[in-house]
T-cell receptor
Framework: DSGVTQTPKHLITATGQRVTLRCSPR?????VYWYQQSLDQGLQFLIQ???????AKGNILERFSAQQFPDLHSELNLSSLELGDSALYFC??????????????FGSGTRLTVV | AQKITQTQPGMFVQEKEAVTLDCTYD???????LFWYKQPSSGEMIFLIY??????QNATEGRYSLNFQKARKSANLVISASQLGDSAMYFC????????????FGQGTELSVKP
């Protein structure tokens, strides 16, 4: 157990639907990062939160949104789902957001299948 | 723009032999960190090793070592005495201070260890 908890582990849903992926960071970590891993795009950074505030945005679609709550858990909301959104979604946490020697701790991922 | 390149989509190695996985990077920042992660077929991302841009010594972690050549912008991973359990995808990644801490990943190398 890495200490980063992602739920659910698997999700199957239909096109056009909306889902919420949840992440609880490792105890004490303030930064949460969301990544999407698909076969054609590889590992893509989506968005980062630090202590409740959005800190950086990557290639995140407008149909996707995220937030980090006061207890530091984070949710990634995916709406109007398309077949191409099928992917493995990772959450990772780190103690700080700017020190390069702080590695991430990854969760086990949520595998989303859109049918 | 920062970029990580892994030119070996797949590699084979005989059990107990050493193998080198290539990684080159591109950045204009002076302060950055380089990471290697392992992703077995189960999907989780496992941190292996870290090298800071100002570190003069090559990083080592057990059977893993990082051959860091700053002038050539390369950060190759060396796995000594390969084991069957080393069969997995391996990702090289870079983290820059100015980018707020996000990781940029290469496309990965699939390593297969033969008995």
């Amino acid at each position: 157990d890495s200490g980063v908890t992602q739920t659910p582990k698997h999700l199957i849903t239909a096109t056009g639907q909306r889902v919420t992926l949840r992440c609880s960071p490792r105890s004490g970590d303030l930064s949460v990062y969301w990544y999407q891993q698909s076969l054609d795009q590889g590992l893509q950074f989506l968005i980062q939160y630090y202590n409740g505030e959005e800190r950086a945005k990557g290639n995140i679609l407008e149909r996707f949104s995220a937030q980090q709550f006061p207890d530091l858990h984070s949710e990634l909301n995916l709406s109007s789902l398309e077949l191409g959104d099928s992917a493995l979604y990772f959450c990772a946490s780190s103690p700080r957001d700017r020190r390069t020697n702080y590695g991430y701790t990854f969760g086990s991922g949520t595998r989303l299948t859109v049918v | 723009a920062q970029k990580i390149t892994q030119t070996q989509p797949g590699m084979f190695v005989q059990e107990k032999e050493a193998v080198t996985l290539d990684c080159t990077y591109d950045t204009s920042d002076q302060s950055y960190g380089l990471f290697w992660y392992k992703q077995p077929s189960s999907g989780e991302m496992i941190f292996l090793i870290y090298q800071g841009s100002y570190d003069e010594q090559n990083a080592t972690e057990g059977r893993y070592s990082l051959n860091f050549q700053k002038a050539r912008k390369s950060a190759n991973l060396v796995i000594s005495a390969s084991q069957l359990g080393d069969s997995a995808m391996y990702f090289c990644a870079m983290r820059e201070v100015i980018q707020g801490g996000k990781l940029i990943f290469g496309q990965g190398t699939e390593l297969s260890v033969k008995p």
